[in-house]
Structure formats: C-alpha cells, structure tokens
C-alpha cells in the first residue's frame, strides 16, 4: 500500500495526519487534486483555526477553480508582519480582472516582502500585463 493509502485509510486524521495528507497530495505524480486539498485545509482549519491555515485554504479554493470564493475566505483575515496576505489577494484580484485593486495589493506586498527573490518576483507579477 502507497503512503498516501495508508495516510487516508487512518480514521479521524489529526492535525500532523491532515498536514501529511496535503504534502502527499501536492507530492503525487498526477495533477494536483485541489478540490481534495482545499476539504482537507477545511478540516485542518475546523480542528486548529490559524490565519495561515485559512490562507492556505484560500490558496486552494482558487486553485480549484473559485477566486471569488477565495477572496471571501479572506475577508477579515490578518496575517502580521507578512507578504503574503496581500500577495494571495493580487494574485486573486489579477484573475478576477480587478487590476487596479490587485496593483494596491501588489503595492502593500512589496512594503512587507523581506527577501530580494520574492521582492523581484512580486514585482515581475505587478508589472505582467492582464491576459486574455
């Protein structure tokens, strides 16, 4: 039996069980199953609420196909001292063709980013023009 089996074949998956269940997902050969990441990011988040746990399951809400939905998990989240929050939200706002909003995002990002790879990275996605 595979990892994976043995991971989803345990009853009631605690905290460092879930967390497993996302790595092996995001590590198997196939493409990324996100619909099942972001149940298990759910679950994650009902037994141990945090703002990163929520980000996360943002990240693969809109991964699964549903920015929007993303975005409402978002609503009211704060995450401290950190890129990331407003980096998702440009990123959410840039596919949902709200450019303007995501420019501010992407403006708030580059005031918290600490590293200079991440910093040039989130200004190559500030700079891409909109597609299609």
Do not use: C
């Not at 879930?18 to 972001?38: G, S």
């Not at 399951?57 to 196909?65: L, P």
């Not at 790879?117 to 597609?131: D, I, S």
């Amino acid at each position: 039996m595979s990892l994976l089996g043995l991971l989803e074949a345990a009853p009631m998956p605690g905290e460092y069980h879930l967390q497993a269940l996302i790595a092996a997902e995001h590590a198997k050969p196939a493409p990324t199953d996100w619909p099942r990441i972001a149940h298990l990011y759910a679950e994650l988040e009902r037994r141990t609420p945090s703002p990163m746990v929520r980000l996360n399951r943002a990240v693969a809400v809109a991964e699964a196909g549903s920015p929007e939905a993303a975005l409402s998990l978002m609503d009211g989240l704060v995450v401290r001292d950190s890129h990331l929050l407003p980096a998702v939200r440009a990123e959410l706002l840039t596919r949902l063709g709200r450019h303007a909003e995501a420019a501010e995002a992407f403006d708030e990002a580059l005031t918290l980013v600490r590293t200079d790879p991440e910093r040039r990275h989130l200004l190559r996605r500030r700079a891409t023009p909109p597609q299609g």
